[in-house]
């Protein structure tokens, strides 16, 4: 995966949804997984990724991250819906390895 990313995850009964925006989505997901870094995400267990969009530029990526963090909750639910209606974590199953 190539790029830089805009993800959403959820904590297990999808009641917090975090917004983020990367680089190198396999090792942040990993990160958020791992526990990594300590911050909102991992302060209310938010590592099941349920929605990601990718861009070819980084600042495209971190304009459209502002914008659905602009939005309220039901925005989010409607965008992850629209491709993940059942909000099954899209990185199960991936293997992280890193050099």
Known sequence: MNGSYVYLLANKNNTVIYVGVTSNLVKRIY?????????????????????YEEFSDIQKAIEREKQIKAG??????????????NWKDLAEGWLFYFD
């Open 72 to 85: 309220n909750r039901r925005r989010k639910e409607q965008l992850v819906n629209s491709e993940n209606p």
């Open 31 to 51: 990160e958020h997984k791992t526990g990594v870094f300590q911050g909102f995400a991992s302060r209310y267990n938010c590592n099941k990724l349920i929605y």
